[in-house]
């Protein structure tokens, strides 16, 4: 079960919820609101593994770069698509076009 405890309360007692971060996140609130959370570092770990990787458009097969091409917006976020090809330069390549030109 997640604590929530103040951050006062964290600074007169940091051993106590150090330990309990270990078994469960502790969330430190500030003026009563949540502002950070206090974990175990295999949490931190595991998390941090799933972040965001990053590639280069180059290093895709075709087959992957045809699936982002035929790609849609869910519906009801068209004014994304809107935003997308108004932000567009005129000369703009697709994917296979950049890729193609290396």
Known sequence: MTTTVTA???SKNFGAYQDAAVRDPVIITKNGRPRTVLLAYED???????DRRVGLTAELGADEIAA???SEMEPGLDHLNDELSRSKPSGAKSLTAKNAAG
């Open 68 to 70: 982002v091409e035929a």
């Open 44 to 50: 931190f770990v595991r998390l941090s593994k799933r």
């Open 8 to 10: 006062a309360a964290v």
